[in-house]
């Protein structure tokens, strides 16, 4: 009967100390060359036989110039910039996007106007700026129904091998992609470690590689409806900020001195592109003139010259459009209409008295109705002014969650 046991010996090989010396040399050797390289291997140059060169609109001015060369040399049809906001200065710049800046650096260096095209992705796109320029080219290229089915993109230095990855993952497979690597000569690459500059580019840009390889999930059609939602917000950022302009300037603001010295805004509803909404206009100028009620007891004439029918969720509402009579005698208004309303927002949230929308005669019967740029009386701001009271008829049994809200007084 054999006895149980519990233990036993067991012969384990295992590295002396030179083998382990041996080893550590060799990772170090494989490091140190990885290390050294790495620069050239994200600096990578793929060039294609193409007519259109993209260029991305951040390079420098140095670089700009190569640019103008390569087109030149290779005789490409056109030239396209992709670009986004600047980030410093944007409102006092003439020009808004890191496109608008390479545009006219390059004209000015003599780049025939007629070859350049732009596009920049919105402000509120504020990560994976290269992918959602390359998402917003490819949507810029089918809308414009552009005969290229390849292009070259010109990029700098170890920025290359990312953006043709991200470029590829926003285009279809049928789409050539060659990428151009322009010098940047703010570091030696050679020996980028010497530097600052060259240590924060090269090895920020090792990581973002390895995060566009192993961790990005491209979502084409995500990342697109946020760019063109993304555009509809700035049109309605920048309309607010031309408000706010002409609310600060004392020549044309409807508040009272004291209050323009400390005035830093209007107040508004969240930008929500779900109230910009299609509705179908239906004209009908049947109705008499009549004596509109305002804040005073002044009675302007007007007529009802339509009404929109739209949908908000599950409801079906209406409004009637209004036009003033005395702006009809003047060719600049003979257009102009008038949409005055009330919801159940007013009087808590936005201005007890109603809002108003600017309307302008429609040339079709489906039009859209935009409650983001619904806007406060000048009443709500100072009592001197006589304002439109909203008819009735013109009572959204809803709440409109958008547009302009209170004044702070």
Same mark, same amino acid.
């Given at each position: ?32 060359l990885i290390f050294r390289n ?42 396209i910039i992709t670009g986004k ?53 490819? %949507?810029?290229? &089918?809308?414009?129904? !552009?005969?290229? #089915? @390849?292009?070259? +993109? ?7 091998? /990312? ?111 779900? %109230?910009?909404? &299609?509705?179908?206009? !239906?004209?009908? #100028? @049947?109705?008499? +003139? ?7 007891? /002044? ?19 209406s409004l009637n459009v209004y ?87």
């Amino acid at each position: 009967m054999s006895r149980l046991k519990f233990i036993e010996r067991k012969e384990r090989l295992r590295f002396t100390i030179t083998g382990k010396l041996i080893i550590l040399f060799f990772i170090i050797l494989i490091f140190t060359l990885i290390f050294r390289n790495i620069s050239s291997f994200l600096s990578v140059n793929d060039p294609i036989n193409t007519k259109l060169l993209v260029v991305e609109g951040w390079l420098p001015d140095k670089v700009l110039e190569s640019v103008m060369a390569e087109f030149y040399e290779k005789n490409y049809d056109k030239l396209i910039i992709t670009g986004k906001p600047t980030e410093r200065g944007y409102y006092i710049s003439e020009y808004k996007t890191s496109a608008d800046i390479a545009q006219q650096t390059l004209i000015a260096l003599g780049f025939d106007k007629n070859k350049i095209e732009k596009i920049a992705i919105p402000r509120t796109i504020t990560k994976d700026r290269t992918y959602a320029n390359a998402v917003s080219l490819f %949507y810029y290229l &089918k809308k414009t129904k !552009s005969k290229y #089915t @390849s292009f070259n +993109i010109y990029t700098l230095g170890c920025h290359s091998r /990312r953006s043709k990855i991200l470029f590829q993952n926003a285009f279809p497979e049928k789409f050539n992609i060659g990428i151009i690597s322009g010098k940047d000569v703010s570091y030696d690459d050679k020996k980028w470690w010497n530097s600052s500059r060259g240590f924060r580019t090269v090895t920020g840009e090792a990581l973002a590689y390895l995060y566009v390889k192993l961790f990005f999930s491209p979502d084409n059609e995500t990342k697109l409806n946020q760019i063109i939602d993304g555009y509809y917000i700035d049109k309605i950022n920048e309309h607010r900020r031309s408000i706010f302009l002409e609310f600060k300037n004392p020549n044309t603001s409807p508040i009272i001195l004291k209050q323009i010295e400390k005035f830093t805004g209007l107040n508004y509803f969240d930008i929500n592109p779900d %109230y910009k909404i &299609k509705g179908v206009f !239906s004209i009908d #100028t @049947s109705t008499s +003139i009549f004596k509109m009620k305002t804040s005073t007891e /002044r009675l302007p004439e007007y007529r009802k010259y339509g009404s929109i029918e739209f949908n908000i969720d599950t409801n079906h509402l209406s409004l009637n459009v209004y036009q003033n009579i005395n702006l009809t005698k003047n060719p600049e208004f003979k257009d102009y209409l008038f949409i005055p309303f009330r919801d159940y927002t007013c009087g808590e949230e936005s201005y007890g008295g109603g809002r108003y929308l600017d309307f302008r005669i429609p040339q079709t019967d489906t039009v859209i109705i935009d409650f983001n740029l619904a806007y406060n009386p000048y009443c709500a701001y100072n009592n001197k002014y006589s304002c439109p009271i909203p008819p009735d008829e013109n009572k959204l049994g809803i709440r409109i969650m958008a547009g302009e809200i209170k004044f702070d007084q």
